[in-house]
């Protein structure tokens, strides 16, 4: 059964630095978000992605954060300057059409130090 | 606004006791869609079932139930005869414009032997 993959798994990086999350979504799905989930807490969107470009984003979704589909498989959230507070887990998912589940990767933990 | 409530933080049962777990949400849409994922100790995220605003037929699948009642907006599920297997976070989801998820905060159910 195909699967939302991300790489990698556990990402620890110096606050400062910029960090690029990897996703691969399900071959014939064409809508795309982030979410992330601080420790403990409820799983809050980040951004969705259609047709090549941000169709909606939230308001933790600052100059910071930018999203990427450099090849028509890879789905990427860049992180220019990582703070504290970015330390979550990040996961990917996708949809093939407007009324279809979202199915989510496997998540990504970053750790900002 | 959009907001998902599920009021029950930890929900501890014995084996084979029966669960339900509330879910209250908010929206101005007129279509919308819901949904229910399980997180397992493991971190990802499980869809479970996802149910639009027009279909208000409960589902049952197995041990799992849904109860959709929109005059009251809950979307409420019931795990019957519990198995250990069960022990997870669950989440209550509504999606809404790009069908973005707003989750609700989750319950922790946690299934004693």
């Known amino acids: 059964e195909p699967e939302v993959t991300q790489t990698p798994s556990h990402q620890v990086t110096q606050m400062g630095q910029e960090v690029i999350l990897r996703c691969v979504p399900i071959s014939n799905h064409l809508y795309f978000y982030w979410y992330r989930q601080i420790l403990g807490q409820k799983v809050e969107f980040l951004v969705s992605f259609y047709n090549n470009e941000i169709s909606e984003k939230s308001e933790i979704f600052d100059d910071q954060f930018s999203v990427e589909r450099p090849d028509g498989s890879n789905f990427t959230l860049k992180i220019r300057s990582t703070k504290l507070e970015d330390s979550a887990m990040y996961f990917c998912?996708?949809?093939?059409?407007?009324?279809?589940?979202?199915?989510f990767g496997p998540g990504t933990r970053l750790t900002v130090l | 606004a959009q907001k998902v409530t599920q009021a029950q933080t930890e929900i501890s049962v014995v084996e084979k006791e029966d669960v339900t777990l509330d879910c209250v949400y908010e929206?101005?849409?007129?279509?919308?869609?819901l949904f229910w994922y399980k997180q397992p100790p493991s971190g990802e995220l499980v869809f479970l079932i996802r149910r639009n605003s027009f279909d208000e037929q409960n589902e049952i699948s197995g041990r799992y139930s849904w109860n959709f009642q929109k005059s009251t907006s809950s979307f409420n599920f019931t795990i019957t005869a519990s198995q250990v297997v069960d022990s997870a976070v669950y989440f209550c989801a509504l999606g809404y414009g790009n069908n973005r998820l707003a989750f609700g905060k989750g319950n922790q159910v946690v299934v004693i032997p």
């Open positions: 929206t101005r849409d007129t279509t919308y869609y």
């Open positions: 998912a996708s949809r093939y059409e407007v009324d279809n589940e979202q199915f």
